[in-house]
């Protein structure tokens, strides 16, 4: 699954240690986690950046529509 959205967030998680981003896309909007070598380009990620991004896990929507436990396998910015 492939997401091209715009950053509303970032989040730093201490404990276990975590590096989140918010992505909106349309009405939807998702937390992403960003893993491994994709945490360095995590640290220049702002606000109102457009990202494409490739998850690794499979999306499932809540209520609310978001979307939960997704995983950065790619992210660029475009």
């Known amino acids: 699954?492939?997401?091209q959205g715009v950053v509303i967030q970032v989040?730093?998680?201490?404990?276990?240690?975590?590096?989140k981003?918010?992505?909106?896309?349309g009405s939807n909007s998702m937390w992403v986690?960003?893993?491994?070598?994709?945490?360095?380009?995590?640290?220049?990620l702002k606000e109102g950046d457009k990202?494409?991004?490739e998850f690794i896990?499979?999306?499932?929507?809540s209520k609310t529509n978001t979307f939960n436990?997704?995983?950065?396998k790619t992210i660029e910015r475009i």
């Open 33 to 44: 986690e960003l893993r491994g070598k994709l945490k360095e380009i995590g640290k220049y």
């Open 11 to 19: 989040k730093y998680e201490s404990k276990p240690p975590k590096q």
């Open 21 to 25: 981003v918010k992505i909106q896309e």
């Open 1 to 3: 699954m492939k997401v």
């Open 57 to 61: 896990s499979n999306a499932q929507e």
């Open 69 to 72: 436990n997704l995983i950065a």
């Open 51 to 53: 990202l494409s991004v």
